[in-house]
Nanobody
Framework: QVQPVESGGGSVQSGGSLRLSCAGS????AGWFRQTPGQEREGIAA???????RYADSVKGRFTISQDNAKSTVYLQMNNLKPEDTAIYYC?????????????????????WGQGTQVTVSS
């Protein structure tokens, strides 16, 4: 599987917005994860090709995952950012034909991972 490539990270003040992009290839579902030093990688948003989405409670109502199927690109719009959102954000994709959407925020579901992009939110 082709490794996805993230872009769009950066630094922003609390309350600000950022949009991350993930250029993938031929995926069935895709997800965004984030990780801080000493912590496990956390699934925060996922989307299937059919448009179904899942969100972690920590970002629900602030982050929106979307996709451009023609470009095989996944986006994460992040609004009302908080200092606790500071992390390295990773995009992940998988081409499994059959899957349980209940588990799309679990990192074990994904075979391909990007290199990550840093998001820093200052207070």
């Amino acid at each position: 599987q082709v490794q996805p490539v993230e872009s769009g990270g950066g630094s922003v003040q609390s309350g600000g917005s950022l949009r991350l992009s993930c250029a993938g290839s031929d995926y069935t579902y895709a997800g965004w994860f984030r990780q801080t030093p000493g912590q496990e990688r956390e699934g925060i948003a996922a989307i299937g090709r059919n448009g179904n989405t899942r969100y972690a409670d920590s970002v629900k109502g602030r982050f929106t995952i979307s996709q451009d199927n023609a470009k095989s690109t996944v986006y994460l719009q992040m609004n009302n950012l908080k200092p606790e959102d500071t992390a390295i954000y990773y995009c992940a994709t998988d081409r499994a034909k059959y899957f349980d959407a209940e588990y799309l925020l679990h990192r074990e579901m994904y075979a391909s991972w990007g290199q990550g992009t840093q998001v820093t939110v200052s207070s």
